[in-house]
């Protein structure tokens, strides 16, 4: 099993980091950082095993026939990863598409 992320989704890691600490969310960029890694690791370490929800209509502009699964960072927040599934020489493969949060896109789902 492997997960590759859009470089989409990498940019907006980045930016996110960015985003956190300007807004004080976190007082040191640091922080911040440390929390963007550690949602990173989180996704790449559990999201084969998460319950895998099919994405709506809306989110088809990111891709076609997507799935979503949830992550809670805390009791404020919850980020909701939109992914495909391919199979590459037997493995599975999940290609992260998109990234956000449950106050951007709550609506939606």
Avoid: C
Avoid at 15 to 28: P, Q, S
Avoid at 43 to 48: E, F, T, V
Wanted: net charge positive; hydrophobic share 40%; no cysteine.
């Amino acid at each position: 099993m492997r997960i590759i992320f859009l470089p989409e989704t990498l940019d907006y890691f980045n930016e996110l980091t960015t985003i956190l600490y300007k807004k004080e969310y976190f007082g040191f960029k640091e922080s911040a950082l440390s929390y963007v890694d550690s949602l990173i690791d989180d996704i790449k370490n559990s999201l084969h095993t998460k319950v895998k929800k099919k994405a709506p209509p809306f989110f088809d502009k990111y891709g076609k026939g997507m799935l979503y699964a949830t992550f809670r960072k805390s009791k404020n927040t919850q980020w909701f990863v939109f992914f495909t599934i391919y199979e590459s020489s037997g493995e599975s493969v999940y290609l992260v598409r998109y990234i956000s949060n449950n106050h951007v896109i709550a609506q939606h789902l």
